[in-house]
């Protein structure tokens, strides 16, 4: 399975934006489907997750905030970031995975997401 990420870039504190991740198939090894991120110094952790029947977990500093949803039918998900600050600049990172959350067993490139004024 290949995952690609896009969407990343630079935005200002307060602003918005969105990340796509396409898997490369359509298959139960993509069932639970996440974001993930890794900020400077720090270890990569889950910032919001879905699983193929919708049941979706968010990092609390990130709820209501961050909305992630699912596009089975292009193998997509997304990532909509509103009110960024500059704690979420970090490499954000696609996982898929056919059952668990944490530690999925494909990754993606990684998208570069810089939160400054």
């Known amino acids: 399975v290949q995952l690609v990420e896009s969407g990343g870039g630079l935005v200002q504190p307060g602003g918005s934006l969105r990340l796509t991740c396409a898997a490369s198939?359509?298959?139960?090894?993509?069932?639970?489907m996440g974001w993930y991120r890794q900020g400077p110094g720090n270890q990569r952790e889950l910032v919001a997750a879905e699983d193929g029947g919708g049941t979706r977990n968010y990092r609390t500093s990130v709820t209501g905030r961050f909305t992630i949803s699912r596009d089975n039918a292009k193998n997509t998900i997304y990532l909509h970031m509103n009110s960024l600050k500059p704690d979420d600049t970090a490499v954000y990172y696609c996982g898929a995975d056919p059952k668990r959350i944490r530690d999925p067993s494909y990754w993606g490139q990684g998208t570069q997401v810089t939160v400054s004024s």
């Open positions: 198939e359509s298959s139960a090894s993509i069932y639970v």
